[in-house]
């Protein structure tokens, strides 16, 4: 798909791929999920109402209920919705808030970071690079945990008074959608993932190319060897549960390969706007490859790619914004 990014093409051609359009079968491969839609005046509604919260980041407990009120009647749609869920879940729309997660100071990930580095299994015999990598796979895991919410109201201020990225696609929306609107926010069940286990793979004219590691800066011990076998437990998923299922025939398809199985995360459109994790849009026999005219297209399909070596500190550290940095720093300073 050849279309900028801000065309109506290419709004649509992404809302296609959308988790509340898919088919049956394919809602059965990934996570349970339930949808509360959105009319075009409800993201007016829910944009003015959180407006005053994202522009001074204000977190006061009066301020986040009074937009809570002023949007009551979306907020208890995602309260019925996370509650079928047990009380936790996962929200987005056509993207997630995990920009918050990766980048907002908070309480609640400065606890889960503390958490997940005390689980990391370091020694203090590790290299710089060692010891960079166990705390950027301690800091992915954390944030992810952070973006599990457990009310209506906290998902409405995750995705509306905090993620830029949502507010960007609701704009965007607002913009480009016209007379048909197809917003929704999506609430699944809450399923924690590893960040080991999560693998982007690449879907062109209905053929399985590739596969990449998704947290394409981390290094997991083990996986290399590993990863011809993850690739074919994806291709047999693949072939049994999403290829027919589909509502085009070139996608970037996310999946979790786990010791429970394999499942669906989301669709992407197959476009340069797609992170392509190991395989890059710039070079072209990386593209050759995606595109199934790669020389090993002749072999094996699907190509596979992970990170094979510990990654220098500079690139582990570059992606951990310098306050998480910092508090890292802190967390060793009083644990050691």
């Known amino acids: 798909m050849d279309v900028p990014t801000n065309s109506a093409a290419w709004f649509a051609a992404d809302a296609a791929l959308a988790v509340e359009r898919w088919r049956s079968e394919l809602v059965a491969s990934s996570v349970p999920s339930r949808f509360v839609p959105l009319a075009a005046r409800d993201c007016r509604a829910l944009l003015a109402a959180y407006s005053e919260l994202y522009e001074n980041e204000n977190e006061n407990e009066e301020a986040v209920d009074d937009a809570a009120e002023r949007v009551r009647g979306v907020v208890r749609q995602l309260d019925a919705a996370i509650a079928a869920f047990g009380g936790a879940a996962f929200v987005k729309l056509s993207r997630s808030a995990k920009d918050v997660a990766y980048c907002e100071p908070g309480k609640a990930l400065e606890k889960a970071l503390a958490e997940a580095l005390s689980a990391a299994g370091i020694t203090g015999s590790e290299t710089p690079s060692e010891l960079a990598n166990l705390e950027l796979i301690a800091f992915m895991t954390a944030a992810n945990t952070c973006l599990c919410v457990h009310s209506g ?73 590993q990863a011809r076998a993850v690739a074919d437990r994806i291709q047999a998923f693949f072939e049994q549960h999403v290829k027919a299922h589909t509502p085009v025939p070139s996608y970037v398809v996310d999946f979790t390969v786990g010791d429970e199985g394999v499942f669906v995360i989301e669709l992407n459109p197959f476009h340069v706007s797609t992170d392509g994790c190991l395989f890059r849009w710039d070079v072209p026999d990386d593209v050759a490859v995606l595109c199934g005219r790669g020389s090993n297209s002749i072999t094996h399909l699907p190509a596979v790619r992970v990170v094979t070596a510990v990654p220098p500190v500079e690139e582990t550290h570059g992606q951990i914004v310098p306050y998480w940095q910092r508090k890292i720093a802190e967390y060793w300073a009083s644990h050691r």
């Open 153 to 225: 109201a906290e998902a409405a201020t995750l995705l509306f008074a905090k993620s830029t990225r949502v507010n960007q696609d609701m704009q965007r929306a607002l913009e480009l959608a016209g007379c048909e609107f197809p917003c929704c926010i999506t609430v699944r069940q809450w399923v924690h993932i590893r960040p080991r286990d999560e693998f982007r793979a690449f879907v062109y004219c209905g053929t399985l190319t590739a596969v990449s590691q998704y947290y394409h800066h981390c290094f997991f011990a083990g996986l290399a060897a």
